[in-house]
């Protein structure tokens, strides 16, 4: 009794802190999201250009709003791709793409 219930704590305490057994899949989610990140980055950066504006902060705020409601829509809404696939991914470009697109053809010009 006492080694299953130290092994059992072993197990609690390892997944705690992050040495779980799927510790691998877990990591290339985390690069798939960074990718994702800089991807939405830089996808603001040259919608900024492509304005001819600098407000990059306002544009980097657009797109990762529209990505966050473009991966929401294909995980949650859609059930088109799950996060351990790269389908959400073109999801959340698209979703950055077109929220940018609003917010230039929208926005008010004082």
Do not use: N, P
Request: net charge positive; glycine share 12%.
């Amino acid at each position: 009794m006492g080694d299953s219930a130290a092994l059992r704590q072993d197990r609690v305490g390892a997944t705690f802190l992050g040495v779980a057994a799927h510790q691998g899949a877990d990591a290339v989610q985390y690069v798939e999201a960074g990718v994702v990140v800089f991807a939405t980055l830089a996808i603001a950066w040259a919608a900024d250009q492509l304005a001819g504006r600098r407000g990059v902060g306002l544009a980097t705020l657009v797109a990762l709003t529209g990505a966050g409601c473009g991966t929401f829509l294909a995980v949650r809404v859609f059930a088109v791709a799950t996060l351990e696939s790269w389908g959400w991914a073109l999801w959340s470009w698209v979703g950055a793409v077109v929220a940018l697109i609003a917010f230039f053809l929208f926005r008010s010009k004082r």
